[in-house]
């Protein structure tokens, strides 16, 4: 026997229409490319996404066809998120940090019919259009006065302009709730990027699970500030969650150095932000010589790569903000566990309570985690034992975008399939995660691994250090042998042997760095987080003192 309720696709139009229904006078602000202050309401963006989908019918684009963007956190992009979605086409989000010629890669292979920008991309614009064939129309993230004359780009409109023709009032299309809605590429630090490819099932179930209060715990009364980028798994699903509870979204457009992000927060009542540790390390970075105080900001989601614990107790100790250590990845849309504490940890230490703070925290209702070993055979959750993570669950990728060469999925006993996240993480009896390492990145030392997070955390614990990268270095002896590189706070000191000294008592003696390498930046990648693979190219004639 059936249920009998009623049939009513998840579907991203209908976030739109419920936030400019139930919270339209809610307020969408944007720190504009051009510098001002855009401001704008849950509403005007229903508005003008519908434009967008009269644009796109226009154009007679097809179900399914990609429109791609190149464009920082803003309101002109939110409304491409809902009017290309809602429409039934799909949102493709490029990554404006890449290489010029990795973005062609990946226009050239998800299909783009159309590419909207914001005007800082426009030199990237005028280096790739010629080289990617499929885009037939060029849409400047701008007023049209604003639109420079002779740009090269063949047939290039303004977004003003685009949409202005056209009418607000829209239908959206009753679609299957499993189609496409938005796509994006993994970082792809080794071999060619790989596409998520999103539904708008998908988005929707994440959007009600990001908004739990075990999880971002949003609501109606929040002003929500993503840092972390529209372009890298849509925020987050921020865009989506933000209208799903209506409140106050506030873009920081190009702005991202701490000062920027400091004084949107403060001028427009920020309650929560999220971001990579990098961004955070900006805005601690401005805060503390400035004797700056947050005076609404409440919590900050972090994730992406580790949060050093140090960041954790710098936002609790001397600001009152509480920091949600998150984990996720591309291909889970892309929350997976967020570490929030447990009614029993509540009359813990406040020392006691860091250990489990640090962790990437439990698993979100709809995410299925397990660590295995090397045959397959599921570990034990003793919080000690590690293997590799895998994941299942109804946000979670079953399959790239145009998969070759093979499909992501392992099956267990019972032919369920997981994907392999490719992190190495131990589970505690209270189901508390913790990501040892990227597999690849696990330092092995004599038949042990050491854990480079544990080692980078140490280093950036010490008030001298501002970024630590730790990477394994082959050794005659023992396989190989832990180095931390690290970047120096200005003006601030530190020696070799002082920092090595500084490891004592805090790890296993024989997990304590071989040595100490000082660099004066840590490449970073598309997305903020540390590019190993370039660091261990850059330290390809560096040998061990010890080996
Ligand atoms: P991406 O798909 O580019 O977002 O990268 C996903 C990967 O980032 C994960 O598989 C992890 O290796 C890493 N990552 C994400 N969040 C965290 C975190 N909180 N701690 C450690 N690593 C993380």
Wanted: proline share 6%; with cysteine; charged share 20%.
């Amino acid at each position: 026997m059936l249920g009998l309720m009623q049939d009513q696709p998840l579907l991203i139009s209908a976030l739109i229409e419920f936030a400019a229904r139930h919270h339209g006078d809610a307020e969408i602000v944007s720190r504009r490319v051009e510098g001002d202050i855009h401001r704008s309401t849950w509403r005007d963006v229903a508005a003008r996404a519908r434009k967008v989908a009269n644009a796109l019918d226009q154009m007679k684009l097809a179900e399914s066809d990609r429109v791609a963007t190149l464009a920082w956190n803003g309101y002109r992009h939110l409304e491409l998120y809902y009017g290309v979605s809602g429409s039934g086409r799909v949102l493709h989000t490029l990554n404006p940090r890449l290489h010029p010629d990795q973005v062609v890669w990946i226009a050239n292979h998800a299909e783009d019919q159309v590419l909207c920008f914001d005007m800082t991309f426009l030199p990237i614009v005028q280096a790739i259009h010629a080289k990617c064939p499929t885009i037939k129309q060029y849409v400047a993230l701008c007023d049209a006065d604003k639109l420079p004359a002779d740009t090269g780009i063949p047939g290039l409109v303004s977004y003003e302009a685009w949409i202005a023709p056209q009418k607000d009032s829209y239908v959206w299309p009753k679609l299957d709730e499993n189609a496409a809605s938005s796509m994006c590429y993994t970082s792809g630090t080794t071999g060619n990027p790989k596409a998520a490819l999103y539904s708008h099932r998908s988005s929707i179930l994440h959007a009600y699970a990001a908004a739990l209060p075990d999880v971002m715990c949003l609501s109606a009364r929040d002003s929500v500030l993503p840092v972390v980028p529209m372009f890298h798994v849509n925020a987050w699903g921020l865009p989506y969650s933000a209208a799903m509870v209506g409140c106050k979204l506030v873009f920081p457009g190009a702005g991202m150095d701490g000062k920027s992000v400091y004084d949107l927060m403060e001028s427009e009542k920020v309650t929560f932000a999220a971001g990579v540790p990098t961004v955070w390390q900006m805005l601690l970075g401005h805060l503390k010589p400035n004797n700056l105080k947050f005076s609404t900001l409440t919590r900050t989601v972090i994730g992406g790569s580790a949060c050093p614990p140090a960041m954790i107790n710098a936002f609790r100790d001397d600001y009152g903000v509480d920091v949600l250590h998150a984990w996720g990845m591309t291909e889970m849309s892309p929350l997976g566990t967020l570490c929030t504490l447990k009614n029993k940890h509540l009359g813990m230490s406040a020392e006691d309570q860091m250990k489990i703070r640090l962790k990437q925290g439990r698993a979100i209702f709809g995410v299925d985690m397990k660590i295995v070993g090397e045959n397959g055979q599921e570990l034990p959750w003793d919080g000690k034992t590690y293997g590799d993570l895998l994941v299942k669950g109804p946000w979670i990728v079953k399959d790239y975008f145009k998969t070759e060469g093979g499909h992501p999925l392992v099956s267990d006993a019972n032919g369920e399939g997981w994907f392999p996240t490719g992190d190495v993480a131990t589970i505690d009896a209270d189901g508390y995660m913790q990501i040892t390492d990227r597999s690849k990145d696990v330092i092995k030392s004599g038949g042990e691994w050491i854990s480079s997070i544990d080692i980078e955390n140490i280093a950036v614990a010490h008030p001298a250090i501002a970024m630590a990268a730790c990477i394994g270095v082959k050794h005659p002896k023992w396989d190989e042998r832990p180095v931390v590189v690290v970047v120096k706070k200005p003006g601030a000191e530190v020696t070799r042997d002082e920092l090595i000294q500084f490891y004592e008592g805090k790890t296993a003696k024989w997990q304590i760095p071989d040595d100490v390498v000082f660099v004066d930046a840590i490449p970073l990648g598309a997305t903020g987080k540390m590019l190993k693979t370039k660091l261990r190219e850059q330290l390809a004639n560096y040998t061990l003192p010890t080996a």
